[in-house]
């Protein structure tokens, strides 16, 4: 029972001084309690990622044992009176506030979560929220007197602060557009459906900026279960408003290099698309489009993605009963084996699969049952689903944490009215030693060693220059659509149509010289040693220079970037064409980076120092060979 007691010291533990101001306090202003200060020397932030691991600033594994503590994204259903708890879900009126700071003090409440075996805390809000001036109700804080008076904002201020402090790391979660309950067709869909995304981003980088200088807020969790609207869907990668991977990759990339580049950008999967009957299509994509079409930030050691089950939905069932009913299983009503399968292919296989483009740490950021879960189908899921994220080693997030005892069962921390707690702590709850078992799992710790980085590039509909330093350039082929890999790696494949690119630092890592600089290659000129693609248009880095970037117009390509090495490359190279077929190293590392294109890849061993084109009409001047050098 080690974890479920590791803050019994903190019972008495009150919440004091936390000054009212506008501006967030920074952890650590108060001593943490002797729980808080031993979570707080076990891990060191920022947090940054190494393959499938988020690692802290040692390098140390920080396995996501999180629980969401909702209450500031909402809770009114958007019916009847917002003032009467009825109108609220479960009867559990939040007034824009984390749930429980009118029953509990805040540090009770943070007591409970050492109890729980917790390391970090999932915290939903909503847009509404951010902007709404009015101070709270009294009686919303009402066990936490020193936060009366003040806006629901300046209230998750003094909540962060004192999270922190107790050691434990905070990922913001964009849950909502508007304070109403999440998640059927409530306006909240889509990061857009009630705000424009230009509001969106631009609340994101206000937060980001807030709390910068708390450096336990280590994450942006930037929207909840996108999913469909009444008349249609969110999707990944067609370049409309619609975009979820274009909208998340921008944001992402603004908040790294505009806001806070410690953060974690953490991507959810798509929650839903289509119609749900059965004879339209429909499906719960989760994070399966990643595998075509990933994420590759400025910082690529920052990219987190996240997945949310629960056993009353399916993949493609959503959860419905009677309206937006379908014959599809729930999740709970497959076998363990065939629940497992169904698992990794929609969201483990992004940290199962090695050396892909989308190799990343998944989070799986919600999942639960209620205490009063009756249905052995339900309690047995549950069983299974625990067992899944043990062997899987995942990080992960219950919800909820906190609730009102009478009401919704879910949360595993009830509170009555005069701050009696029951739940998985208190005994007499079968939820217990499944909790119990998660949470003290054995599984990866200790130094994670450096993993080798693969990235996709993609020019479908604009620029993807992913490179700080190149960013500084400038427009280097105007009127082309431009393609660049993070600092420190090294372009090694290329796609013969569509644009694509793959990116890697593998065998070679540090080969960019610090302070080098870049060439732009439009032309014939460093073709110093040989033909290498008779009959093609070569455009060929010069000596002790590889290819990082390329332009495009249209299907043509028009430019190769090439950026200086730290040390004289060999000279030697073979031709490696892949106009009528793919032509791949072994095993395909990376992944696939352009379905339905043929693909050219150089080795692990190997970088690239040129690519050629065919100046034929007809032939469209698509890219149709790499020159790839030894290392």
Known sequence: MKTLLLGTALAAVLVAG????????????????????????????????????????RGDRFKLRSVNWQGAQGSYNGSGDVNDPASHHDGEKSDQVPLGLDRVPLATLLADFHR?????????????????????????????????GRTPLQVLDAVIAATTAEGFAVVLNNHTNTSRWCCGLDGNERWNTSQSTAQWEADWLFLA?????????????????????????????????????????????????????????????????????????????????????????????????SAHFYGYTGPHHTGATGTGETSDPRYQELSREELFRTLTRQALFVAGDTARHYTAPVWISEFGIGADESNPQGRTWFAHFVDYL????????????????????????????????????????????????????????????????????????????????VRALGDWDRGARKAACPDGQRLTGLS????????????????????????????????????????????????DRFMVGYGVRGRAVSSVLCAEAS????????????????????????????????????????????????????????PAALLCRPL
Request: hydrophobic fraction near 35%; aromatic fraction near 8%; proline fraction near 7%.
């Open 18 to 57: 936390v000054p009212a101001t506008t501006a967030p306090a920074r952890a650590g202003t108060s001593a943490p309690s002797p729980a808080g200060a031993l979570l707080a020397e076990s891990w060191q932030p920022p947090l940054s990622t190494r393959g499938r691991y988020v690692v802290d600033a």
């Open 116 to 148: 729980l075996g917790a390391n970090s805390i999932r915290l939903p809000y909503s847009n509404e929220m951010l902007h709404d001036q009015r101070p709270v109700p009294d009686a919303a804080v009402a066990a936490n007197p020193s936060l009366k």
């Open 209 to 305: 900026k807030r709390y910068r200088d708390d450096k336990r807020v280590v994450g942006a969790d930037l929207y909840n279960e996108v999913r469909r609207t009444v008349l249609d869907d969110a999707n990944w990668g067609r370049g409309d408003d619609h975009d979820w991977w274009a909208a998340s990759q921008r944001v992402g990339d603004r908040l790294l290099t505009e806001a806070n580049p410690d953060l974690l950008v953490i991507v959810e999967g798509i929650n839903w698309q289509g119609i749900p009957t059965d004879i339209t299509p429909h499906g719960r994509p989760t994070l399966e489009p990643a595998r075509e079409l990933s994420h590759t930030l400025v910082a690529s050691d920052k990219l987190v993605y």
């Open 390 to 469: 043990v062997e899987q080693d995942a990080d992960f997030a219950y919800w909820p944490a906190v609730g009102f005892t009478g009401h919704g069962r879910w949360k595993l921390l009830d509170y009555d009215a005069r701050g009696r707690r029951s739940g998985v702590l208190d005994g007499g709850d079968w939820r217990t030693p499944h909790w119990q078992r998660l949470v003290d799992a054995p599984g990866r710790t200790g130094a994670v060693p450096v993993a080798d980085t693969w990235d996709m590039l993609t020019t479908d509909h604009t620029d993807f220059v992913q490179s700080r330093r």
């Open 496 to 543: 013969h149509d569509g644009g694509r690119g793959l990116c890697t630092d593998a065998g070679a890592r540090g080969l960019a010289a610090p302070a080098g600089g870049f060439t732009v290659v439009t032309d014939e000129r460093y073709v110093t040693d040989g033909d290498w693609a008779g009959g093609y248009t070569k455009f060929q880095c010069p000596a």
């Open 567 to 622: 040390r004289a490359l060999p000279r030697t190279g073979r031709t490696l064409w892949f106009d009528r077929g793919d032509n791949r190293p072994a095993g395909g590392p990376g992944g696939e980076f352009a379905l339905g294109f043929h693909k050219g890849q150089c080795g692990s061993d190997e970088y690239a120092a040129g690519v050629a084109h065919s100046g034929a009409w007809a032939r469209g001047h698509k």
